[in-house]
Structures are given as structure tokens and as C-alpha cells.
């Protein structure tokens, strides 16, 4: 047995929805951490969370956190991202962030270890974890894509609650209880918890994740948008989104559909997707058997089904993509990353 090198790891937005399972998928893939550092906002820092059996107290995360620090997750948001992880990588940290702030940064690969290894030995001590419904689209669309070429994604998602937080799902619950009770919910964070205008999630279907930009799309889809081109390393390639929330706790679903570049058959398709690492194909019509969000969450693979040709264009290719928007939507994604670092001959 070889001996194996062991790292200092800081885990930034320790307490959130997907710090909290950072934190499982480390502790349950047997991360080779020397030591872990938990760090939070000074509000959520001072309480103990146990770690492999061992009590450890979340200290506030400032830029001296990171002194001897060797990996760190970032998952605080992104006005956190831009304030430490500067000084985080003068300390010589490798930063995985999980927020927007460094995804489009020419110099910070964005990174799908399915789609893009290679591109992880690139950093400059940054690799951007990708946003949650980008993950899952070109993770499922990259052996398609290798294969046959894509010219043109259309895209529609249908996003969980959980994308938002901790405190949208309990906002999502005590709407849908207030209104089985017969009363009218007082909406409070989503659709954007900073604007004013607030809608109703229970029972409702927001097309809105993000804030509006002034071409008409959301955030959101200007993500999915930008960071679909920079992964697949195809600036040519034609993307258009559109994002939804719907209620729904765990694992965000997708309508996607691809122009291809070269004829196909179906089984072909669905051979290439079985054939993939990370990606489950559930696809049998007769058996009503298809993704469903309820069976991806927990998981940590991107399950696609309803794969079709579409009748006005034989090129055109219809697929449904589901998979839980906290794991390889964040924190499974960031963890691989952080594995193939710790681990770099996987
Ligand atoms: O870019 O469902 O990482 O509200 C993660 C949460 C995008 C929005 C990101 C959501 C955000 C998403």
C-alpha cells in the first residue's frame, strides 16, 4: 500500500444546504484530510458539528482562515467568494468555489470532471464549480456531443426550491400548509429574496430564477447560457434557456433539446448514454419508467430518460435530464473536482 498524502481542508458556508453536504460526501468517500476547518458567516459561527465522530466548532471565516489550508470549498455566496478567496490563494490554497463569481473568468477553469478534466491542471489556485442545471445538461450532453457533434441546445428546467436555500424550502412548506388550511401564503424570498416583488411557490410555477438582465433573460439562463459554451469549449455552439421554478424540494428536471450535427439512431443515443460514467438512462416508455426528482435526490448520478427523435427534424433529438441540484448540481461536482486534486492518477 502506497502512503497516501493528506490534506488541510476548509469547507467555506460549512452550515448551508450545500456545505452540509460537502461535508457528508467527504466524510463518506474517506477524503484524505489531515485536518478540516468548518467556517460560516459570524452569525452561524460557534456552534459544533461532528466530523467522522469528532466534535467541530464553525469558526467565522476571514482572510487569515486559510493560512496552511491546502483545499477549500467555497459555498457562502458570492460576495464571500470575491472577498476571501484572494487571500485564500495567497495563503496557497487550491479554491474550489461553487458560486458565480469566478465561472466566466478567462483565467479560472469551469469545471465537469465528465466533460473537462483535463482542464482542472490549468488553475491558478481557482476552479469554478459550474451552476447546478449547466452541471447536469452538458454532463448528460457531452458523449452525444463527442459522437455526433451539437449545433443548437434548446433548454427548459423546471428547478427545486433547494437551488435557494434552506429557508426557501421552509418558506415552500409553510406556504403549502398555509394553503391547505385554506389561507392566502404571504410570499418572502423567492423568487429573488434581495428584490421587492415576491410570488407564491406552493402550488405555482415561477418563471423566474435570478434576477432579469436587460436582454430580456434572467440570470439564471445567461448562466446556463454562457457556461454550457466555455465547458464544452465551443463558443459556436447555440444555446438558449429558459428557467423555472417549480415546487419541488430536491433534484432539478430538464426538457432538452439538441440539434445534431450528423445523422443518428436512437439506440444509438441510448447506448452512449448507458455506456457513461455519471449518467443512468431510465427509459422505457411501456413501463411508464422515466427520471423523476424524487428518485434522483439522494443520488449523486444524472439520470436521463424520454430520449426521442424529434418527427420535424431528424437531427433533432428530445431528452429529459434529471438530477439532485445540491449534489452533482454542487456539492458531488466540487468534491470530484477536489478528489481529482487530492488524488490527481484517479
Ligand atoms: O449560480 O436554484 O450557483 O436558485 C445556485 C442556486 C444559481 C441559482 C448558482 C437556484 C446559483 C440556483
Known amino acids: 500500500m502506497s502512503i497516501q498524502q493528506l490534506f488541510n481542508v476548509a469547507v467555506v458556508g460549512a452550515t448551508g444546504a450545500v456545505g452540509e ?69 495567497v495563503h496557497g490554497a487550491v479554491c474550489i468555489d ?54 443548437r441546445i434548446i433548454v427548459s ?53 435570478d434576477k432579469f438582465q436587460d436582454n430580456g433573460f434572467t440570470l439564471e439562463e445567461m448562466k446556463m447560457i454562457r457556461e454550457t459554451k466555455k465547458i464544452m469549449g465551443d463558443e459556436s455552439l447555440e444555446v438558449t434557456a429558459t428557467c423555472v421554478r417549480v415546487p419541488v424540494v430536491y433534484g432539478h428536471s430538464e426538457s432538452v433539446y439538441v440539434e445534431l450535427k450528423k445523422d443518428f439512431e436512437i439506440e444509438e443515443i441510448k447506448g452512449l448514454l448507458s455506456d457513461s460514467p455519471g449518467i443512468v438512462l431510465i427509459d422505457d416508455p411501456s413501463g411508464q419508467q422515466y427520471p423523476l426528482a424524487t428518485d434522483a435526490a439522494g443520488k449523486n448520478d444524472v439520470f436521463v430518460g424520454r430520449v426521442r427523435r424529434d418527427l420535424s427534424n431528424p437531427r433533432g433529438l428530445n431528452m429529459w435530464i434529471v438530477s439532485d441540484n445540491l449534489l452533482k448540481g454542487a456539492a458531488w461536482n466540487a468534491v470530484q473536482i477536489a478528489e481529482y486534486i487530492a488524488i490527481p492518477q484517479q
Do not use: W
Open 21 to 89: 453536504q460537502i461535508r457528508r460526501l467527504l466524510e463518506e468517500r474517506n477524503f484524505p484530510i489531515a485536518s478540516l476547518k468548518l467556517l460560516s458567516s459570524a452569525r452561524s459561527a460557534g456552534s459544533t458539528i461532528e466530523f467522522k465522530g469528532q466534535p467541530i466548532t464553525v469558526e467565522e471565516a476571514t482572510p487569515e482562515s486559510f493560512r496552511g489550508v491546502d483545499i477549500a470549498l467555497f459555498s457562502a455566496g458570492g460576495d464571500v467568494s470575491k472577498a476571501l478567496i484572494p487571500h485564500a490563494v
Open 98 to 151: 461553487n458560486t458565480n463569481a469566478y465561472r466566466m473568468d478567462p483565467e479560472t477553469p469551469l469545471v465537469v470532471p465528465e466533460v473537462n478534466l483535463d482542464k482542472i491542471n490549468e488553475h491558478k489556485g481557482i476552479i469554478a464549480n459550474p451552476n447546478c442545471s449547466t452541471i447536469q445538461m452538458v454532463a448528460a450532453l457531452k458523449p452525444i456531443y463527442d459522437r455526433f457533434g451539437i449545433s
Open 157 to 209: 428546467t423546471y428547478q427545486a426550491v433547494s437551488g435557494a436555500g434552506a429557508s426557501a424550502v421552509t418558506e415552500m412548506l409553510r406556504q403549502s400548509s398555509e394553503v391547505l388550511a385554506g389561507n392566502d401564503p404571504k410570499p418572502a424570498i423567492l423568487p429573488v429574496s434581495s428584490l421587492p416583488v415576491k410570488h407564491q411557490i406552493a402550488f405555482n410555477v415561477i418563471p423566474q430564477i
